[in-house]
C-alpha cells in the first residue's frame, strides 16, 4: 500500500516558467513534508520542508503547498533553471517518529 | 548539515557473498537510518541504527539478512548478507538530528549482484 503517491514519473518544462510537482497521501498521522531532489549517482539533497500545521512554506525559487483537506503536497518551482533537472522526492513522517515515507520520484526535465 | 560519506560507491558482487556498507559522519549525531532504493522504486527504510544496541527493523527486514552496528554516534556499518539479484539497489545511510529537522543522506552505494 502506497502512503505517499507520485503520480507523474516525470515532467518536461521549459527554462523560465514554472513547475509543479504533485504528491497524494493517505495516512493523516503524517505531520511533517519534505521535498528532496536527487541527481544520478548522488543520494538524496534535501529541498524545502512544511509542517502539517502550515498550508505554505517559502524558500527562494521554491514553494511547497500543502493543502490537508485533500492530503495533496505540491512544489512549485519559480522560474525553472536547467540546473534544477533531476529526479525530486516527496517524504512524509509520522508523527513524534523519525521514520519518513518516500513517494516513487517525479523526473524533472527543464529545457533550455 | 551533517557531511556523511559511505563507502564503497558501487560494487559488483556475486550472488552468495557479503558486502559491508560503512558509514562515517562528520559530527555526533543522533539517529542513523539505512535505507534501500530498489530500481524504479521509492526508497525504503530498512532499520534504525541504535548506537550500542541492536538495530530496530522495518517490516520486511530481518537481522540475518541485514546486520547493522552503531559501535558509536559516528558511524554504522549496513552489511547485506547472502546476496542474490533480488538485492540489486542503492542503499542509503541518512541520519537525523531531532523530530522536526530533516534527514541527510549520504551518496549512497549501488549494489550490483551478478
Known amino acids: 500500500d502506497q502512503q505517499v503517491k507520485q503520480n507523474s514519473p516525470s515532467l518536461s518544462v521549459q527554462e523560465g516558467r514554472i513547475s509543479i510537482l504533485n504528491c497524494d497521501y493517505t495516512?493523516?498521522?503524517?505531520?511533517?513534508f519534505l521535498w528532496y531532489k536527487k541527481y544520478p549517482a548522488e543520494g538524496p539533497t534535501f529541498l524545502i520542508s512544511?509542517?502539517?500545521?502550515?498550508d505554505k512554506n517559502e524558500d527562494g525559487r521554491f514553494t511547497v503547498f500543502l493543502n490537508k483537506s485533500a492530503k495533496h503536497l505540491s512544489l512549485h518551482i519559480v522560474p525553472s533553471q536547467p540546473g534544477d533537472s533531476a529526479v525530486y522526492f516527496c517524504?512524509?513522517?509520522?508523527?513524534?517518529?523519525?521514520?519518513?515515507?518516500f513517494g516513487t520520484g517525479t523526473r524533472l526535465k527543464v529545457l533550455a | 548539515s551533517a557531511v556523511i560519506s559511505q563507502k564503497p560507491s558501487r560494487d559488483i558482487c556475486q550472488r552468495g557473498t557479503s558486502l559491508t556498507i560503512q558509514c562515517q559522519v562528520d559530527?555526533?549525531?543522533?539517529?542513523m537510518f539505512w535505507y534501500r532504493q530498489q530500481p524504479g522504486q521509492s526508497l525504503t527504510l530498512i532499520a534504525t541504527?541504535?548506537?550500542?544496541?541492536?538495530?530496530?527493523?522495518e517490516s520486511g527486514f530481518v537481522i540475518d539478512k541485514f546486520p547493522i552496528s552503531r559501535p558509536n554516534l559516528t558511524f554504522s556499518t549496513l552489511t547485506v548478507s547472502n546476496m542474490s539479484p533480488e538485492d540489486s539497489s542503492i542503499y542509503l545511510c541518512?541520519?537525523?538530528?531531532?523530530?522536526?529537522?530533516?534527514?541527510?543522506f549520504g551518496q549512497g552505494t549501488r549494489l550490483t549482484v551478478v
Open positions: 541518512s541520519v537525523g538530528e531531532n523530530l522536526n529537522t530533516e534527514a541527510f
Open positions: 495516512n493523516s498521522m503524517f505531520d511533517y
Open positions: 512544511i509542517s502539517s500545521i502550515k
Open positions: 517524504a512524509a513522517k509520522y508523527s513524534g517518529t523519525y521514520k519518513y515515507i
Open positions: 559530527s555526533q549525531v543522533t539517529m
Open positions: 541504527a541504535n548506537q550500542g544496541s541492536e538495530a530496530t527493523y
